[in-house]
């Protein structure tokens, strides 16, 4: 049934990027019509905006290459990233440097000019009839143009920002406009558009941008209404309280009041996240009818016995319920596609194992892939030792099995024998054939692309089972809509007897402090990491390296036996070095950041992190996770020089007040925006809301999805008429991504 690589495209790739259609809602709200010249004086969405008053064949160029605006309704979803309300007039006596822009009404009473050359400076006393400021200005060009323009005597409306110059209060280089002959956006709310700098030097500046809004309102207003379709349900209106479609495309340029700014975007937002979630339910619900899963109903031998014999600790109660929420997916012969969460060190990696058992109970073979040789190998040997007895194979498949031995593994796999598989992308090749393949693991999969998933997909004619595991906690919001078409279990609790990692700042300048501490630890028989930003010394980068670590950490610790190991290193020589390490032969690892993800030795309890301001704070928590494994108590230490950003200087705070990685997760969400967040964009997430945020809306985000889902809850075969606009909708905008993906 999925035989072929465009249904797997279809059905794949939803674990880690964006399913395939994702990208439209790129437009949401800026849908890209053909252009066509108007042939009646009735112009609509589609008309080119050429046809606009003031927009020339030049300006049109540069407004289509730099703000993607072709048409009018390109024009009319080009919303301000802000307003600033002019509906309201200051006495001069009220303002303060701290306020937003303000705007006041009175005269000019005298002119003064002083310096010369760059010092060159137009003074304008000016009064309100309550008091007196001045208003400033420091080109000469524009010295001279105020001085010709605005005269002495004649009442003006002036708009800037005060700030405070050599201890007095003044305005430097405010907006004037005579108090008779006001604008649209005089005394309102006055919108801002984003432009570039090649629209500047084309003379459109967001001024411009809002000559032609204004044009388009007051001039058009009337066809571009008429063309405007509401795309909601109107009981979905009626009961979350929405303003029509029209009337928030209006307010979103020009709210006649903050609070009717506030509706339009909300109504937006809603609509923008509304047709996301929508695209990925009703996907979601398609494949279940389509693709179906092997039903896995026994839970056998191979289970029972290596719960009641080999379980080498109780479960916690987190793992128990996610065992649970999986086996219930592989009994109903639907594709189990399930994202599995949990912090690091919750214990994935067991449940992984159970779940694997179930499938071979049933017939089937397991197939584990990792991200990197280091964790294959060590998962490997984590699932030999817990299975040592029970009657299975566990195989491993890396670059680094050559030879014989490879074909052992590959003819074992063909046939059947081997149980369990376990690899890097390897077990992807196409000289991989499994005999009978039912589950695949994917574990950290944010460093698995699209295509190699797919592949995998081809190696099986019904899709097999498919759990992706991440310790990269991806908050709930970004989680609905990046997996929003899987299911997700969350291991939400630590086994027992784990100690909280104590986090703690250091500065460069008390290394000394530093040693000692580190010292102690090994002196008690544990093992320390210690990670550095980068391989080689760089002038440009002015950080710490490994290699000049690994020198001053041989001398500051000369009894100390230290490992090294890096991405520039062989894999082999890598695995050696990691190996040493985890048997206790060496007790320091001097690293780059290739110990990330997933290495596990509970000896290890402490965590040494230079220049820690270099890493973000995904990556941060994740290094932090390959300490506190054990019942020991363990340290991450964070060391930075002393001049910090605002920035750096609250992630490391975060991470010394928290160690929850959800906490972690959000704020970083909240700081850097979904679009940069760690393993998202390495997905090819090509996310691009236009007006809502994920960070910022994630309520909206829970109330879109609950709405769309109970639309296709009460209308599933798309019947009843009030929705048909909505559905419309829909697939106009699947049927923009077609296009998109054609073309790039
Ligand atoms: P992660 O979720 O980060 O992949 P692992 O699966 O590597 O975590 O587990 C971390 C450590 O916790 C391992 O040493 C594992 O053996 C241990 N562990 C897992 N489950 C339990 C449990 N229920 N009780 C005690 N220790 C556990
Ligand atoms: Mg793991």
């Known amino acids: 049934m999925c035989a072929t690589t465009s249904f797997c495209l279809k059905v794949w790739p939803c674990h880690g990027a964006a399913p395939p259609f994702l990208p439209i809602f790129a437009q949401t709200i800026s849908p890209r019509p053909q252009c066509r010249a108007p042939t009646t004086p009735l112009t609509d969405l589609s008309t080119a905006i050429t046809y606009l008053p003031g927009v ?16 009018f309704g390109d024009l009319l979803h080009t919303f301000p990233y802000k307003h600033i309300d002019r509906t309201r007039l200051y006495y001069i006596h009220e303002l303060t440097a701290d306020m937003p822009f303000v ?6 009473l005298s002119y003064e000019e002083d310096g010369a050359g760059r010092k060159h400076r137009l003074t304008a006393h000016f009064t309100d009839g309550h008091g007196v400021i001045d208003l400033v200005w420091f080109q000469a060009s524009a010295i001279k143009w105020i001085r010709s323009h605005y005269t002495v005597g004649r009442v003006y409306i002036v708009f800037g920002k005060a700030t405070v110059f050599n201890g007095r209060l003044n305005i430097p280089h405010p907006d004037i406009e005579p108090a008779d002959s006001l604008q649209l956006s005089a005394m309102a709310m006055q919108p801002y558009y984003t432009t570039t700098e090649r ?4 003379g459109l500046n967001s001024r411009s941008l809002e000559r032609f809004t204004s044009t388009l309102f007051t001039r058009f207003g009337a ?4 063309a405007t379709r ?28 903050a609070e009717a700014l506030r509706r339009a975007t909300y109504r937006q937002k809603f609509e923008e996240l509304f047709f996301i979630q929508l695209g990925i339910l009703s996907y979601a619900r398609q494949r279940q009818q389509v693709a179906r ?22 479960l916690t109660a987190a793992q128990k319920r996610v065992v649970r929420e999986m086996r219930h997916d592989m009994l109903t012969g639907r594709q189990m596609n399930r994202l599995l969460q949990g912090d690091v060190g919750s214990g994935k990696t067991l449940v992984a194992l159970l779940t694997m058992l179930i499938a071979i109970d049933n017939g089937y073979q397991a197939c584990l892939m ?9 998962h490997c040997q984590t699932f030999r030792s817990m299975l040592a007895g029970m009657d299975l194979r566990v195989e491993l498949l890396t670059g680094a099995v050559k030879g014989k031995r490879r074909m052992e593994v590959l003819a074992g796999v063909e046939t059947g024998s081997v149980h369990i598989l376990i690899g890097t992308h390897a077990v992807l090749e196409d000289c991989v054939t499994f005999a009978q393949l039912g589950l695949v693991v994917i574990d950290e999969q944010h460093r698995f692309g699209v295509a190699q998933r797919a592949r995998l997909w081809r190696k099986s004619t019904t899709p097999p089972h498919v759990l992706v595991m991440t310790a990269t906690p991806i908050p709930r919001t970004l989680a609905m809509t990046l997996y929003g078409d899987l299911d997700v279990s969350v291991i939400d609790e630590l086994p027992p007897g784990r100690k909280p990692v104590e986090t703690r700042h250091y500065w460069t300048e008390t290394l000394q402090t530093l040693y000692a501490g580190m010292r102690r630890e090994i002196g008690k028989g544990r093992q320390v990491y210690v990670v550095y930003p980068a391989i080689h010394e760089s002038e440009k980068l002015n950080v710490q390296d490994l290699e000049n670590g690994y020198a001053e950490m041989q001398e500051a610790f000369p009894d100390v036996r230290i490992s090294r190991v890096h991405g520039k290193m062989r894999p082999r020589e890598k695995d050696e070095e990691m190996a040493r390490f985890a048997s206790g032969e060496t007790q320091m690892l001097v690293a780059t950041t290739v110990i990330e993800v997933g290495v596990n030795v509970p000896n290890a309890t402490v965590m040494v992190i230079m220049n820690a301001e270099r890493f973000g704070l995904a990556q941060l928590h994740q290094l932090r996770g390959r300490v506190g494994r054990g019942g020991e108590q363990s340290y991450c230490i964070l060391v930075t020089r002393y001049q910090l950003t605002t920035e750096t200087r609250r992630r490391i705070d975060i991470m010394c007040e928290t160690n929850d990685g959800f906490e972690i997760a959000e704020a970083d969400l909240k700081t ?11 997905s090819g997430m090509a996310f691009d809301l236009h007006i809502a945020n994920l960070a910022r809306d994630g309520q909206l985000v829970q109330l879109a999805r609950d709405t769309a889902s109970a639309l296709l809850d009460a209308d599933p075969d798309r019947t009843l008429p009030q929705n048909a606009p909505t559905w419309a909708r829909l697939a106009e905008l699947r049927h923009d991504q077609f296009d998109w993906s054609n073309i790039s």
């Open 56 to 71: 020339g064949p030049q300006r049109a160029k540069v407004l289509e290459a730099e703000a993607g605006i072709r048409t």
């Open 103 to 108: 705007q006041l009404r009175g005269e000019i």
């Open 199 to 202: 629209m500047k030097k084309a």
């Open 223 to 226: 066809d571009m209404e008429a």
């Open 230 to 257: 509401e795309t909601l349900p109107p009981d979905i209106i009626g009961s979350l309280h929405l303003v029509a479609r029209w009337q928030s495309l209006r307010d979103l340029h020009y709210p006649p009041s």
């Open 293 to 314: 899963g092997y039903v896995m109903a026994t839970v056998g031998r191979q289970f029972n016995t290596f719960y009641r014999d080999h379980l080498p600790f109780a």
């Open 370 to 378: 990792a991200p990197t040789e280091i964790l294959a190998e060590q």
């Open 672 to 682: 850097r925006g979904p679009g940069d967040l760690e393993g998202t964009q390495q």
